[in-house]
């Protein structure tokens, strides 16, 4: 759905209208309004318009300063503990019971007419 969206702005879509003195009669994306006159007179004219995203999603560069990171690093150094270098705990499951069986698990949500 997005990209579609996005497919569609990016290619542009044309929106006409058709006005009948200064009422809109008609309206048309991409196709054009029905004319609501017969012959061509001064008070009907036709409007359009095109909405288009102008960007062309390029892929732009980023300088770096690096001359903040001399300050920065040694107030991250400060954040790590001085015990992080130790191993988390395991967790051992050969103490625990066995997952109940399946036909006990369906006959507790069941419900048996009598």
């Given at each position: 759905?997005?990209?579609?969206?996005?497919?569609?702005?990016?290619?542009?879509?044309?929106?006409?209208?058709?006005y009948?003195?200064?009422?809109?009669?008609?309206?048309?994306?991409?196709?054009?309004?029905?004319d609501?006159?017969?012959?061509?007179?001064?008070?009907?004219?036709?409007?359009?318009?095109?909405?288009?995203?102008?960007?062309?999603?390029?892929?732009?560069?980023?300088?770096?300063?690096?001359?903040?990171?001399?300050?920065?690093?040694?107030?991250?150094?400060?954040?790590?503990?001085?015990?992080?270098?130790?191993?988390?705990?395991?967790?051992?499951f050969?103490?625990?019971p066995?997952?109940?069986?399946?036909?006990?698990?369906?006959?507790?949500?069941?419900?048996?007419?009598?």
């Open positions: 759905m997005l990209i579609s969206l996005i497919l569609l702005a990016t290619m542009g879509m044309t929106v006409s209208k058709h009948c003195g200064s009422s809109l009669e008609s309206m048309g994306v991409l196709s054009t309004p029905e609501c006159c017969k012959m061509p007179n001064e008070c009907c004219h036709h409007e359009s318009f095109t909405i288009k995203i102008q960007d062309d999603f390029s892929v732009t560069t980023h300088a770096f300063d690096f001359t903040q990171f001399a300050v920065v690093l040694p107030a991250l150094v400060e954040l790590v503990p001085v015990g992080a270098t130790e191993k988390p705990s395991s967790v051992s050969l103490d625990a066995p997952p109940p069986k399946i036909q006990t698990v369906l006959s507790r949500i069941q419900a048996y007419l009598l």
